[in-house]
């Protein structure tokens, strides 16, 4: 079994930061792909960024260029570093930990184990 706990979220005037981290529990976290999801409401859950277990990422375009997902297999935690945030980034935002992400270009699915975190809500306001 794999836990996840997620923090750093908050409130954040528009332009700020924000970095989030995702704990996980579990001797199997530094062979494994993860992702950050957000939900905003109203609206379906979108993948924002993810990683595999060798340490390439992918973005949603909405967030290209302004988030960037990192992970510290020592510390089993990945971050979600959020600079120029924007009201439209407000959402209660994931981690999810799986077996891997199957590429076909710039879409990524995942595939195999499949964990939750319980969310850390975001929100840009001023």
């Known amino acids: 079994q794999v836990q996840l706990v997620e923090s750093g979220g908050g409130l954040v005037q528009p332009g700020g930061s924000l970095r989030l981290s995702c704990a996980a529990s579990g001797s199997i976290f530094s062979i494994n792909a993860m992702g950050w999801y957000r939900q905003a409401p109203g609206k379906q859950r979108e993948l924002v960024a993810a990683i595999t277990s060798g340490g390439s990422t992918n973005y949603a375009d909405s967030v290209k260029g302004r988030f960037t997902i990192s992970r510290d297999n020592a510390k089993n935690t990945v971050y979600l570093q959020m600079n120029s945030l924007k009201p439209e980034d407000t959402a209660v935002y994931y981690c999810?930990?799986?077996?891997?992400?199957?590429?076909?270009?710039?879409?990524?699915?995942?595939?195999?184990?499949?964990?939750w975190g319980k969310g850390t809500l975001v929100t840009v306001s001023s």
């Open positions: 999810r930990v799986i077996g891997g992400w199957k590429e076909y270009g710039s879409s990524w699915y995942p595939y195999g184990m499949d964990y």
